[in-house]
C-alpha cells in the first residue's frame, strides 16, 4: 500500500513538467560521460561530482518509469478501453447487430413467429415444455454450511460460478442419497419453476428460448404457456413423490385447459421429457394412490398433440458409457459449457471419479439405458442400421452420396453396431463365433481395490476387486440386452435402486406400455439427422488402478479408410449428435404405426426430420437450421412446424412425414411383433 | 581487471532491473565504483571506455523516447483505482461471512427451527401495489430487445435510457383499462416476482428465507403475482389470475395432506384477496364458482401485513397532482424520475397519465366516507402528534410541549382530507363563506394552460377554467365529498373505474346489487365468507407518522404546468405539530393510516357482525416501530414502516407459528400499541 501511494505521488509530481526534467536528465548525463573520458586527473572531481549528483540522481531515479507504474498504466488503459467499449456497445441501437448481419450475409428470413403472425396465425391452443435432462435448472433451498449464501442461487444452469468457487461443496450438493435416490439429509436442491428454468441454460446460450420468443410473437405468454420443470436427477415417480411435480402438471394442464375455453394443450417435450412425459400420460390415469386419478380419458380431453423433440424413446448409448466410465462424448452438456470442469487438472485426476459418483447418484440417467434388448439394438452380428455409411466429412449434407454408398458397403459386411461396448478393436470386428467369451456374470469380485488413499472419491468400482474387472474384461463383447447385466455388476446399487423405477425390455403383455386411449391425439417425433451419433464403444483398460475408473474408451481406435464410423473409439451413426435416428424414430415410424399393440387406439404418429445445416457464418450464433440436439430447439423448420400446431393445425397440414434418414428401412429390419 | 569486470557485469546488468526499489543499493555500487577505480588507476581508461559505451545505451534503454502525458496520468490513476478495487474485493471475498464480532441477529426460522417448528400449512403470498415486478411480452419498435424483460422492478435501467417508451409500455388504454393495442406487459410469475423490487431492496425475500428455514421449498408456497395495474376483476378478465390463484390453493391443498393455506397478503394485496374470497364463491361466469364452502374448505388463516382496508389518504394526493409523497416507491428507488430536470417540466404530468390508466388506484381511495374517515368538524383521531416519539418529525415551533400537545388536540381536522388553503384546514366549518371571497381573486390571473405543451395530455387539459374555480370554491373535502371532486377532475377514470371499486357503506348488505363484483374488494360493502374457523389478523406498524390529509394550493402558472393543484408545501403547523409541509400526518406506518388498517379487525369484523356473519375472529397485531440502530442492520428487524416490516422479526416469527400450525391463543391475541381501540369506538357504524 505505502509503495503503492509513494509511487503515486512521485507519478504525479513527474507529470507536472515532465520536458524539463527529461532535458534535465540528458544535460547531466551528457555532462558525466563529458567528464568521465577526461584525464585521470579529474577523477576525483568525478567522483566528487558523482557524490554531489548521487542525491538528485536518487530523486530522479525514483520518479522512473517502474514496472508497478507500467503494470497500473496498463490496467487503466485496458479498463478504459473497456469502459469506453461498453459505453458504445450499450449507446448502440438494438437493431444495430441485425443491421450488421443483414449487410453481410443479406437479407434475414423473419423469425417463424413474425412470418406466421403475419399469416394471420393466433395463439390457440396452450403449451407446455418439458425440458430434458440437464437443461433445467436446479436452485439451492437448504444446505450444508460450505452452501452459505446460496440460498435460492441456482447451482446448476447460469453462470455455474460455483462449480470453480467451491467445487468439492458443490458435488456435495448436487449428488442424491446412494440409498434412496432423493435427498441427502440437510440438503434440498430444488428444480427453478416457471419459463426461467430453461429458457437459458447458461447466459446465452439458449434451450427454449427461441421457441418461447416467436410463440410469444403470435400472442402466447405466461398464462398460456407453462414449463413443466422437474428435477432431472430423479427418477420420474420420485419427482412425484418428493415434489409432488407430476400433479402439478396436472393441475395446471387442467387450469390452462379450462381458461382457454376447452382449448386442448400441445405438449413440447424435449430429449428426456419425451420419457417424462410418456411416464406423466401412463401416471396421470392411473388411479390413485400411485397414479393421479385422472381416469381413463383424461389424456384424450386435455392433450391434442405431443410434439417430441429429439425424443430417446428407445434410450441412447451415450448413457451406457456415461454409466460405465462417466466417458461419453458429451453426455452432459456440461462439458460443452464448462469443459474446465472435466479437464483433469482442476481437482487433480479425480474428476471423473467425481463426476461418475454424482451421476451415479442420478437415476435419471438411467432411463436412458438402451431400451429393447437385441430386438431393438442388434445382436452380435446384426444391427438395424447395418450398411450405415458413414462419410464423415460429407455426411451432413449429402444424403444421396451416403445411398449410393450403402451398396458397396453392404458387401464388406459393414459395421457391427449391435455390440455396444466391446474390448479392444479386433473384437469389435470379429465374427460371434471366433469371439471367446468368458461368463462374468457369477465371477468372484475379489477384493476391495481401493483403500483409503482413494480419499472420499468413492465409486462403485472400489467395491469390486481385480478379478472382477477382468472378468468383465473377459466377456469382450455386450449387446444392449447384456448390458444391463454388465451395469448390474459394476453399479449394483445404481442399478437396484433404479430398476425400481425403469425397465428396460419389450413387454409381452403390454398391459402399461400402452399409449393412452385418445384416438384424436397425434404424436410427432421431430428430431435432426445427419450428425454423427455415438453408437457403440471400443473400451480397453486404464493404464493405471488405484483410484482409476478401470476402463476407458480406447480413443486410439480409429477406422481404417474404408470405416469412418469408427473414430476415436466410438461408432457413430446418424442422428443428431446425441440420439440415434433408430431411437429417436423407431416409435413413431413403426411401434406405434396404425393401429398396434403399443398404440391401441391408434393415435396418429408423425416424423419430421430436420436435416443438419451448420451455421454458415459466426454470425448465425447456433444457426438457424441445425439438427444438433439442443440447437435444433432454434431450427426455425421446426419452430414454424409447432407454432403451426400449436395454432391449430393438424399433423396432415404440417406435411405429414418429412423423413431425410433410413429410418423406415431400419425399421423394417426390427423384427417386433405389432 | 577484476574490478573491471565487476564494473561490466553491474553496467551490463543494471539495464535489466526495472524497478528502483533498490536505488540505494545502486548508489553505493557506484560509489564503490568508482573508489575502485581511483584506486586502478592504470585501468581507468579501459574503465572510462566502458563507461562512455554503457551509459548512453543505458539511458536509451531504461527511457525510450516516451513522455509522461496527461493521458499517461490518467490511465495510471485509472488503473491503480481498478486495482486497488479488485484488491478490496478479493479481500472482502476472502473474509469469512460472518466476522467476529459482528454476527449477526440470528434469523427467526433458525430459532423457531431449534425449538421444533416446521412446515405445516401451505402458504399464499399476495404481493401489493407497486412491488411486483412486470415483464413485456409484446411491444413497440422502441422496445426492442426487452422481450421478457422486466419493465418495473429490478433496476429500472430502462427509465433513464428511454423514459418516453417506458412510460407508453407501463401506460393502460384510457377507455378499457386494459393493455393499449400492440402492447402486452404482464405480471412477473413466481416467487421471483416480488422477492426483492429492486436488487438489494427485499419485500419478502426474508420472509420466504425464513419460511425455508422450517422446511418450506417451492411446492408449499405460493406468489400469487397479479398485474397491479388492472382492476381487481380485470386481471381474471385478462390473464384468469385469480382462477390460477384458485387452482393453485386446491392444489396445495391436496398434495400436502389436506392442509388448508396460510394466506399473507399485503398492502393491496389485501383488498385483492378479499376480491378473490368473494369471487372463488360466486358463481361463473362472473365468479369462480367454488361454492359457499370454498373458502372454509381451503383457508386456515389470513395474515395481512399492513393491510389498506379502508384506503389510504395517500391515493387521493396522487390522483390529484401525482404529488402524495410516495404512494409508488418510484419517488423513493428513482428519484430522478421525478426531478423535473429529466423530462423537462413535464415529469409529473407524465407521471399522472401513467398512473391515471391504472385502475387499482381506485381501489386505495378511502372508503366509508365521513362516517369512518370524519367529517368537516370531525374525526376519529385525536392524534397528538409529539415530535419526541416520532423519527423524522422535527417540530419547527418555539411552543413549549406542553402547549403544542394541548393546541393540537383542539385543532387538527383530519376529517377535511383535501383542503385548499391552511386556513381551510383549521378554521371551523361555518366559517368557509368568508375564505371563499378572499380566494377568489387570485384564481383569474392564472394564465389557461398553453396548448403547445405537446403529448402529455392529463384530463385536467379537458377541463375549463371555470370547474377548477369551482374545485376551489368548496374549500375542503371529507372522504364523502372527495369522490365527488374525484368524479369532477378525473371525469374518465372515474368513470371507468367505478365499473370496478366501490367506496360506500351498505345499509343493506342483503341487497342482490352487492352481488356485483364492484363491491368485492369494499370490506364495508361485503360480508365476509362462511368459515367459522378461519382466522383474520391485522399486522401493522405503527409508530412512524403517516399522511392523513392534505393542504392544497394553486400552481403557480407555468407554461406547460398542466395540474393546477399541488400541494402546499409552505404550510406548516407552527402550533400544530402535526401539519408539516401541506400534509397531516398520524399514527401509522408510513403509508397506512392505523384507522384503515385496523378498525375491520379491531371492530367492522370483530364478533359476529353483518360484515362478518359466521363470526370469524379477528387479531389485531401492532409492531410499535424501531428506526435501526445502526447501519449493519440494514431496513431494521424492528420496522414498523409499510414495507421494511416484511423485514420485522417478531412479524415473521408471528407468521411462521401460525404457518405452522399454531392458534392465535398461543401466539398471544391482541397486541396494541395505538389507539385503535378508542378510534373505533368513536366511529358509529352498524354492526
Not at chain 1, 458435488?171 to 427453478?192: A, C, F, Q, W
Not at chain 1, 478393436?425 to 483409503?452: E, H, M, P, Q
Not at chain 2, 407501463?170 to 402486452?184: K, Y
Not at chain 2, 366559517?431 to 381573486?441: A, M, N, T
Request: glycine content about 10%; some cysteine.
Amino acid at each position: 500500500m505505502a509503495i503503492m501511494r509513494r509511487r503515486k505521488g512521485g507519478g504525479g509530481k513527474r507529470s507536472e513538467n515532465p520536458e524539463h526534467q527529461s532535458d534535465e536528465n540528458k544535460e547531466k548525463k551528457g555532462k558525466e560521460s563529458e567528464e568521465n573520458s577526461k584525464s585521470g586527473s579529474a577523477n576525483l572531481n568525478v567522483n566528487l561530482n558523482l557524490n554531489l549528483h548521487s542525491g538528485s540522481v536518487a530523486k530522479k531515479s525514483r520518479k522512473k518509469w517502474s514496472c508497478v507504474d507500467g503494470c497500473c498504466w496498463f490496467i487503466g488503459c485496458i479498463c478504459s478501453m473497456w469502459w469506453f467499449l461498453l459505453f458504445l456497445y450499450n449507446a448502440m441501437p438494438p437493431s444495430f447487430p441485425q443491421y450488421v448481419t443483414e449487410a453481410i450475409t443479406g437479407p434475414l428470413p423473419d423469425p417463424p413467429g413474425v412470418k406466421l403472425a403475419k399469416d394471420g396465425l393466433k395463439a390457440k391452443h396452450p403449451v407446455v415444455f418439458v425440458p430434458g435432462i440437464v437443461t433445467g435448472g436446479l436452485e439451492l433451498w437448504e444446505g450444508h454450511a460450505c452452501a452459505e449464501g446460496l440460498f435460492r442461487k441456482r447451482l446448476w444452469g447460469g453462470t455455474f460460478g460455483e462449480v470453480y468457487k467451491r467445487p468439492l461443496c458443490w458435488v456435495e450438493h448436487m449428488s442424491l442419497d446412494n440409498e434412496t435416490g432423493l435427498d441427502p439429509p440437510g440438503i434440498k436442491i430444488r428444480p427453478v419453476s416457471g419459463l426461467v428454468a430453461a429458457d437459458y441454460f447458461a447466459p446465452g446460450y439458449f434451450v427454449w428460448a427461441v421457441l418461447i420468443a416467436n410463440l410469444a410473437r403470435i400472442g402466447y405468454e405466461d398464462k398460456n404457456m407453462y414449463m413443466a420443470a422437474y428435477d432431472w436427477r430423479l427418477s420420474f415417480q420420485n419427482t412425484e413423490v418428493r415434489d409432488q411435480t407430476l400433479s402439478r402438471i396436472k393441475s395446471n394442464i387442467e387450469l390452462m385447459v379450462a381458461t382457454s375455453g376447452g382449448k386442448k394443450v400441445v405438449v413440447v417435450p424435449h430429449s428426456m421429457g419425451v420419457l417424462y412425459f410418456l411416464h406423466f400420460m401412463k401416471w396421470v390415469e392411473a388411479p390413485k394412490p400411485m397414479g393421479g386419478g385422472g381416469g381413463p380419458n383424461w389424456c384424450a380431453e386435455h392433450i391434442k398433440a405431443v410434439m417430441n423433440i429429439g425424443g430417446p424413446f428407445l434410450g441412447v448409448p451415450k448413457a451406457v458409457s456415461g454409466l460405465f466410465s462417466a466417458e461419453a462424448k458429451d453426455i452432459a452438456i456440461a462439458r460443452a459449457i464448462a469443459p474446465g470442469v472435466l479437464d483433469r487438472d482442476v481437482f487433480g485426476f479425480q474428476t471423473l471419479q467425481h463426476v461418475m459418483r454424482m451421476t451415479r447418484t442420478w437415476d435419471s440417467t438411467m432411463s436412458m439405458i438402451p431400451k429393447g434388448g437385441d430386438t431393438i439394438w442388434g445382436g452380435l452380428d446384426w444391427s438395424p442400421e447395418e450398411g450405415h455409411a458413414c462419410s464423415s466429412k460429407k455426411n451432413s449434407n449429402d444424403q444421396i452420396a451416403g445411398y449410393n454408398r450403402t451398396e458397396d458397403l453392404a458387401n464388406s459386411g459393414g459395421v457391427k453396431y449391435g455390440r455396444i461396448i466391446s474390448f479392444g478393436k479386433d473384437v469389435a470386428d470379429l465374427r460371434s463365433s471366433d469371439i471367446g467369451s468368458v461368463d462374468f456374470r457369477g465371477a468372484f469380485k475379489g477384493n476391495n481395490l481401493a483403500n483409503i488413499t482413494c480419499r472420499d472419491v468413492w465409486t462403485e468400482y472400489h467395491d469390486m476387486g481385480i478379478g472382477g474387472i477382468k472378468a468383465v474384461a473377459d466377456y469382450k463383447v455386450y449387446t444392449a440386452g447384456s448390458i444391463l447385466d454388465l451395469l448390474h455388476f459394476v453399479a449394483p446399487k445404481m442399478m437396484k435402486r433404479g430398476g425400481a423405477h425403469f425397465s428396460y425390455g419389450i413387454a409381452d403383455d403390454l398391459s402399461d406400455k400402452k399409449l393412452p386411449n385418445a384416438p384424436d391425439m397425434e404424436i410427432f417425433s421431430m428430431y435432426g439427422v445427419g450428425i454423427p451419433t455415438e453408437r457403440a464403444y471400443v473400451y480397453k483398460f486404464s493404464p493405471a488402478a488405484e483410484c482409476f475408473i478401470p476402463f476407458q474408451i480406447d480413443t486410439s481406435v480409429d477406422g481404417a479408410d474404408d470405416n469412418h464410423c469408427l473414430q476415436g473409439g466410438v461408432y457413430s451413426v446418424d442422428g443428431d449428435e446425441t440420439v440415434p435416428v433408430l431411437s429417436a424414430g423407431f416409435m413413431s415410424a413403426k411401434g406405434w404405426r396404425g393401429k398396434t399393440r403399443f398404440n391401441p387406439s391408434g393415435i396418429r404418429t408423425f416424423l419430421r426430420e430436420y436435416n443438419h445445416a451448420p451455421p454458415t457464418t459466426l454470425l448465425e450464433g447456433r444457426g438457424t437450421q441445425s439438427g444438433a440436439h439442443v440447437d435444433i430447439m432454434g431450427n426455425f423448420a421446426l419452430i414454424e412446424d409447432i407454432i403451426r400446431v400449436a395454432a391449430g393445425a393438424t399433423g396432415e397440414e404440417i406435411g405429414g412425414d418429412k423423413v431425410h434418414s433410413d429410418i423406415f428401412k431400419w425399421s423394417e429390419r426390427i423384427k417386433l411383433r405389432l | 581487471m577484476a574490478s573491471v569486470l565487476r564494473f561490466r557485469k553491474l553496467c551490463f546488468l543494471e539495464p535489466a532491473k526495472c524497478s528502483s526499489y533498490d536505488e540505494k543499493i545502486k548508489k553505493t555500487d557506484k560509489k564503490q565504483l568508482f573508489e575502485t577505480h581511483k584506486i586502478d588507476g592504470k585501468n581507468y581508461e579501459s574503465a572510462n571506455v566502458s563507461l562512455l559505451e554503457e551509459k548512453p545505451n543505458k539511458q536509451h534503454q531504461r527511457r525510450p523516447p516516451k513522455e509522461w502525458k496527461c493521458i499517461d496520468s490518467c490511465c495510471w490513476t485509472i488503473g491503480l483505482l481498478c486495482t486497488l478495487w479488485w484488491l478490496l474485493l478479493f479481500v472482502y471475498h476472502c473474509l469469512p461471512a460472518n466476522l467476529p464480532g459482528l454476527q449477526p441477529p440470528e434469523p427467526p426460522g433458525a430459532r423457531l427451527k431449534r425449538s421444533g417448528v416446521t412446515a405445516l400449512h401451505p402458504v399464499v403470498m399476495v404481493p401489493g401495489i407497486v412491488t411486483g415486478g412486470l415483464e413485456l411480452w409484446e411491444g413497440r419498435p422502441c422496445s426492442d430487445g426487452l422481450f421478457r424483460q422486466r419493465l418495473w422492478g429490478g433496476s429500472f435501467t430502462e427509465i433513464f435510457k428511454r423514459p418516453m417508451c417506458w412510460l407508453e409500455h407501463l401506460s393502460l388504454d384510457n377507455e378499457t383499462g386494459l393493455d393499449p393495442p400492440g402492447i402486452r406487459v404482464r405480471a412477473v410469475p413466481g416467487l421471483v416476482a416480488a422477492d426483492y423490487f429492486a436488487p438489494g431492496y427485499f419485500v419478502w425475500a426474508i420472509l420466504i428465507e425464513n419460511l425455508a428455514r422450517i422446511g418450506y421449498e417451492g411446492k408449499n408456497m405460493y406468489m400469487a403475482a397479479y398485474d397491479w395495474r388492472l382492476s381487481f376483476q380485470n386481471t381474471e378478465t385478462r390473464d384468469q389470475t385469480l382462477s390460477r390463484l384458485k387452482s393453485k390453493i386446491e392444489l396445495m391443498y391436496a398434495t400436502n395432506g389436506y392442509k388448508k393455506v396460510v394466506v399473507v397478503p399485503h398492502s393491496m394485496g389485501v383488498l385483492y384477496f378479499l376480491h378473490f374470497m368473494k369471487w372463488v364463491e360466486a358463481p361463473p361466469p362472473m365468479g369462480g364458482g367454488g361454492g359457499p364452502g370454498w373458502c372454509a374448505k381451503h383457508i386456515k388463516s389470513i395474515m395481512n401485513i399492513g393491510p389498506a382496508f379502508l384506503g389510504v389518504p395517500k391515493a387521493v394526493g396522487n390522483i390529484l397532482s401525482a404529488e402524495s409523497k410516495d404512494v409508488a416507491f418510484i419517488r423513493a428507488m428513482a428519484p430522478g424520475l421525478l426531478d423535473s430536470e429529466i423530462l423537462g417540466l413535464q415529469t409529473l404530468e407524465h407521471v399522472m397519465r401513467v398512473s391515471r390508466t391504472w385502475d387499482s388506484i381506485i381501489s386505495l381511495v378511502p372508503k366509508g366516507g365521513e362516517t369512518i374517515w370524519g367529517n368537516l368538524d370531525w374525526s376519529p383521531e385525536d392524534h397528538a402528534c409529539d415530535s419526541a416519539t416520532h423519527r423524522q418529525f422535527d417540530m419547527k415551533g418555539n411552543d413549549t410541549d406542553g402547549r403544542r400537545g394541548f393546541q393540537v388536540h383542539e385543532s387538527t381536522k383530519y376529517g377535511r382530507i383535501v383542503s385548499f388553503g391552511k386556513p381551510a384546514s383549521e378554521v371551523h366549518s361555518s366559517e368557509f363563506p368568508s375564505l371563499r371571497s378572499q380566494k377568489k381573486g387570485s384564481l383569474h390571473n392564472a394564465t389557461p394552460p398553453v396548448a403547445s405543451c405537446g403529448k402529455v395530455w392529463t384530463e385536467y387539459d379537458d377541463l375549463s377554467r371555470e370547474t377548477i374555480s369551482k374545485v376551489f370554491e368548496n374549500k375542503a373535502y371529507t372522504a364523502g365529498t372527495l369522490l365527488d371532486l374525484l368524479r369532477t377532475i378525473a371525469p374518465k377514470m372515474m368513470r371507468r373505474a367505478e365499473a370496478h371499486f366501490s367506496h360506500g357503506i351498505a345499509d343493506d348488505l342483503d341487497d342482490p346489487k352487492y352481488n356485483d363484483y364492484k363491491y368485492w374488494s369494499n370490506p364495508l360493502e361485503t360480508k365476509l365468507p362462511e368459515a367459522p374457523d378461519m382466522e383474520i389478523y391485522c399486522l401493522y406498524g405503527v409508530g412512524i407518522p403517516t399522511e392523513r390529509s392534505y393542504v392544497y394550493k394553486e400552481s403557480p402558472p407555468g407554461r406547460c404546468k398542466s395540474i393546477p393543484l399541488q400541494i402546499d408545501s409552505s404550510a406548516d403547523g407552527n402550533k400544530n405539530g402535526c401539519l408539516k409541509g401541506g400534509v397531516y400526518f398520524v399514527d401509522g406506518d408510513e403509508s397506512v393510516p392505523v384507522l384503515s388498517a385496523g378498525f375491520m379487525c379491531a371492530k367492522g369484523w370483530r364478533g359476529k357482525t353483518r360484515f362478518n356473519p359466521s363470526g370469524i375472529a379477528t387479531y389485531v397485531r401492532e409492531y410499535k416501530h424501531k428506526a435501526p440502530a445502526n447501519l449493519l442492520e440494514g431496513r431494521g428487524l424492528e420496522s414498523g414502516a409499510h414495507v421494511d416490516i416484511m423485514g420485522n422479526v417478531a412479524l415473521i416469527e408471528d407468521i411462521l407459528r401460525v404457518v405452522a400450525g399454531a392458534s392465535s391463543v398461543e401466539l398471544g391475541g391482541d397486541k396494541i400499541y395505538s389507539d385503535i381501540m378508542k378510534m373505533s369506538e368513536k366511529i358509529n357504524v352498524r354492526l
